[in-house]
């Protein structure tokens, strides 16, 4: 149980995550109650992970995307300690099947490079989107990345500050990664960049309660 919680692969997720990544392989009478008691008792989850309950009032949320990667979101998680010269993490997250892109990045960066960034690790795999949902950074806020996405038919819609019912799967996303890292790094803070690679792939394949699978099997088969 402690290496499909605690290690790389099980990144210590949550019970629910923890028990379907378990179950492919293993089974035991009790075997539920077991991991929810050892993830309950987790000093590491309890020493990085924060509180979380229930969005206060009514959220309207965004309309379910139709196709993969027609609608992404993208943001940015800055304030690292410097690893490797990267000190900040481009995340982008298709609405519809969850799969996620952590990409690091070096400040300071400017728009035209987050432009060929995204061209480089999200163009060349997946296409171009019908929208991008973002938050009002200088980035995304830009005329250069306004009138490039413009130009090649793509929407680009700035949210509210501090309404996440537009941009919250993607803020969801960021604790996930952050939670990850935390958890793995904690004595280590300035290796995290070698752990991206390790974390984008523990993501796409955790289970998600949202979507009843995982991201990669949701977007491959």
């Known amino acids: 149980m402690e290496s499909f919680h605690g290690s790389a692969v099980g990144g210590h997720s949550g019970a629910n995550a923890t028990i379907q990544r378990l179950s492919t392989v293993l089974y035991w009478k009790g075997l539920k109650k077991d991991v929810k008691n050892l993830v309950r008792e987790c000093m590491v989850c309890q020493r990085n992970k924060g509180d979380k309950h229930h969005p206060r009032g009514l959220l309207q949320p965004l309309p379910i995307p139709e196709t993969v990667w027609s609608s992404i979101g993208m943001d940015f998680v800055e304030g690292l300690p410097k690893s490797e010269k990267i000190d900040c993490i481009l995340v982008v997250v298709d609405r519809l099947t969850k799969y996620s892109h952590f990409i690091g990045l070096t400040h300071p ?5 987050v432009a060929h960034i995204f061209l480089k690790n999200v163009f060349k795999l997946h296409g171009l989107p019908s929208n991008i949902i973002c938050d009002r950074d200088k980035v995304f806020m830009s005329l250069f990345w ?73 977007f491959y088969g």
């Not at 793509?154 to 939670?179: F, I, P």
């Open 109 to 113: 960066f400017t728009t035209k490079g």
């Open 146 to 218: 306004r009138e490039l996405f413009g130009n090649l038919g793509v929407v680009v819609n700035a949210l509210t500050s501090y309404h996440l019912e537009t941009d919250g799967q993607t803020k969801r996303v960021n604790q996930c990664l952050e939670t990850y890292l935390r958890c793995m790094t904690g004595e280590r803070p300035k290796d995290w960049s070698e752990w991206l690679h390790l974390v984008e792939w523990w993501y796409n394949t955790t289970f998600h309660s949202a979507i009843q699978t995982t991201p990669y099997q949701a």
